[in-house]
């Protein structure tokens, strides 16, 4: 029998290509539960246009409980405590103006949701912060998100690095570690250096829609979903500004509402690295509002949901 | 000649399939108003199926043939040489024109880079503050279509979004940031707009 030892090599081909297609998966399922799983510290550097900044981070994982300390090595030391996805203080100007951040879940890590917008696919094998990482690419399915590219420790499945990328391919941040080890960090790791003003975390539905008329958008693009929605007083302006916060399971952005009262204000556009912002001018029965959409999205999806925000909580509940 | 032959060579003509005779036949028999009418009917119905705009009653043939009886002897074209140097002006200036348009475009583009590497560090609120000259800045890596067009809006009025952006960029951060994200990467980007 001349054939039979050419059967396991006909076999493997055969599975070859679906193991392949599986693998990038097996990933995507890694990652999702790498930050529960994992004790880890390191060094990190993030790069946008115009800007280049170096932090630290410790991450303790202790009886399914996730610790978090970040510090900023250059420029102002800004430090964050974080607990289970939680923000519990903050040092220096992160410290959030609004008084208030409304508690929301940590997202949950939906890898068919993520199927489902992207084309996850695995690159290849390569080297990061001296650890061998696996490559694998999450291209959009449509043009509302940019695509990603997340090189993972193949040892705890960690994003080590992460390029987000434009449709014409172009790097619009980096994100990349450049020294990781996995020895759990000690309590004074994990204690603030300096005064840590605790964030108050207010309840997300309290404020809602007594006074001010809920917001919501015509149209979205697939996969994204409203995660929060706050209305606070500018303590500058004492004007009351709408925000709602937008997610897809990997990009976020939100929408500021606020009335325009007289001013005549024209519409804008920037983008600052990936972030895109965009501002419209919304006539509405209650007078001349300025919609601001701020996320990491394609300029024309931003200008689109602006364009798209309507007064009334949803069309199907607006309706007696 | 039969009136259904002579309708199946304008059909043929119509369609741009009339071999050498058939169009012959067409011609000749195109001084009869019973044939243009056929043949503007069949325009109207082809106008119909292609969705084609089509202006009805235009009768172009007959008032050329109209006009051309009328007239006497065709008049001489008086061609001096003004006319050539004047057609020879207009197409330099239009050279011109496109030259200078793209120098400007190109020149904007420079003292938008320029400007940028003057001003490498600085904050999001101080260059908002600051006007429009290092808005280029920000549209530096943005699209083409968007950035000019971001840098000419922003120039022409100051006020409202200088205060407003930069805030609501920084809300975005920190909301990012601070609600329930896993990776730190938000958290990286709420620190880079606080930067310098």
């Given at each position: 029998m001349r054939v039979l030892p050419l059967l396991p090599l006909l076999l493997s081909g055969w599975f070859v290509v679906p193991a392949h297609a599986d693998e990038a998966q097996d990933w995507l399922k890694r990652l999702g539960q790498a930050e529960q799983q994992h004790s880890y510290q390191g060094t990190f550097v993030y790069e946008r246009n115009g800007s280049f900044s170096t932090h630290s981070i410790w991450h303790l994982v202790q009886d399914g409980k996730v610790r978090e300390r970040l510090m900023q090595l250059d420029g102002p030391a800004q430090e964050v405590i974080r607990a289970d996805g939680r923000t519990e203080c903050v040092t220096g100007k992160l410290a959030p103006r609004l008084g208030d951040v409304s508690a929301v879940a940590a997202r949950q890590f939906d890898v068919q949701k993520l199927n489902d917008l992207y084309t996850v696919a695995m690159e290849g094998n390569s080297r990061v912060a001296g650890r061998p990482v696996a490559v694998i690419s999450l291209a959009p399915r449509d043009q509302h998100r940019y695509g990603f590219e997340l090189y993972l420790d193949r040892e705890t499945g960690l994003p080590i690095k992460s390029l987000l990328l434009n449709d014409k391919g172009q790097l619009l941040e980096r994100y990349q570690f450049t020294t990781l080890t996995t020895t759990p960090p000690d309590d004074s790791q994990l204690s603030p250096a300096a005064k840590c003003q605790p964030v108050a975390q207010a309840d997300a539905g309290a404020k809602l829609g007594s006074t001010t008329q809920a917001w919501h958008s015509d149209w979205l693009p697939s996969g994204f979903e409203q995660v929060s929605s706050t209305v606070h007083r500018d303590p500058r302006t004492r004007i009351e500004v709408t925000s709602l916060l937008y997610d897809d399971g990997l990009t976020r952005f939100s929408v500021f509402i606020e009335p325009l009262q007289g001013a005549a204000v024209p519409d804008a556009r920037v983008q600052l690295g990936p972030t895109a912002a965009v501002t419209r001018h919304l006539s509405t029965p209650q007078g001349d509002m300025m919609a601001t959409v701020v996320g990491e999205i394609p300029m024309g999806t931003a200008e689109r949901i602006a364009l798209s925000m309507r007064v009334g909580k949803d069309d199907a509940q607006a309706k007696p | 000649m039969s009136r259904e032959a002579l309708q199946e060579s304008l059909s043929a003509v119509m369609d741009n399939e009339a071999d050498e005779l058939e169009l012959r036949r067409v011609l000749n028999a195109f001084d009869d108003t019973q044939t243009r009418d056929t043949w503007s009917r069949y325009q109207v119905a082809r106008a119909v199926m292609h969705k084609d705009l089509l202006i009805p009653r235009l009768d172009i043939a007959s008032a050329v043939s109209a006009a051309l009886a009328e007239e006497q002897t065709p008049a001489k074209v008086v061609r001096g040489p003004w006319r050539s140097i004047g057609r020879l002006a207009v197409a330099a200036s239009v050279t011109v024109a496109v030259l200078a348009g793209v120098r400007l475009y190109n020149q904007d583009d420079i003292v938008g880079n320029q400007l940028a590497q003057q001003n490498p560090a600085q904050s999001l609120s101080a260059p908002m503050a600051k006007g429009p000259a290092v808005l280029a800045n920000y549209s530096e890596n943005a699209d083409q279509a968007t950035g000019p067009m971001a840098n000419g809006v922003l120039q022409g009025q100051p006020g409202w979004q200088d205060q407003r952006l930069p805030g609501y960029l920084r809300q975005h951060a920190e909301q990012a940031a601070l609600?329930?994200?896993?990776?730190p990467l938000p958290y990286a980007r709420a620190a880079s707009l606080e930067n310098r």
């Open positions: - | 609600k329930g994200a896993e990776s």
